[in-house]
């Protein structure tokens, strides 16, 4: 049985209807882990997140910093454990802390503003050409990462659209 990190996505809305109902069927986590310093820290919008939890399912609404401390503590060594992120770095702290992550899906990100490099991978994603090197850092720490939004989406290896 697989325990600790299940599967990461990386998504610009963090926790939201695809995410709460569809992936959250399609991994079956114990635990959803939304990773991300600004919502952590705002009461307003962590309330607004949790309406959104999947019933059966724990929710963790955390800091980076908090997440690294916990699973640096063994806190969910018996959770299966879907981590939800806007930033491919906080992933990347993750398995250099030791966290394994198998699988990485890259599902939705913010448009890049005009003049910013970028690569477009999926209708609602794009990898920034400053992002590359994290992705292929992530990539050599042993985690598979795929471009999808939907589950129903066929899953589309990042190194078809980027050079990893």
Avoid at 54 to 72: H, M, R, Y
Avoid at 95 to 118: D, H, K, M, Y
Wanted: with cysteine; net charge negative.
């Amino acid at each position: 049985m697989c325990m600790g990190i299940k599967a990461a996505r990386i998504d610009n809305r963090l926790l939201h209807g695809s995410v709460a109902t569809l992936w959250a069927s399609e991994i079956k986590p114990q635990r959803i882990m939304v990773i991300d310093d600004e919502v952590a820290e705002d009461p307003g919008k962590k309330s607004a997140m949790r309406m959104a939890k999947p019933v059966g399912i724990a929710l963790s609404i955390i800091t980076k910093q908090t997440a690294l401390d916990n699973f640096g503590i063994g806190k969910y060594d018996d959770h299966d454990v879907y981590v939800v992120t806007r930033d491919p770095l906080t992933i990347l702290a993750l398995q250099e802390a030791g966290q394994e992550v198998p699988v990485l899906c890259l599902g939705g990100t913010v448009t890049p503003s005009e003049g910013v490099p970028s690569t477009q991978v999926n209708r609602r994603a794009y990898v920034r050409d400053d992002e590359l090197s994290v992705y292929r850092q992530i990539a050599a720490h042993g985690a598979s990462i795929e471009v999808r939004y939907v589950p129903a989406d066929r899953p589309e290896p990042l190194s078809k659209f980027v050079e990893l």
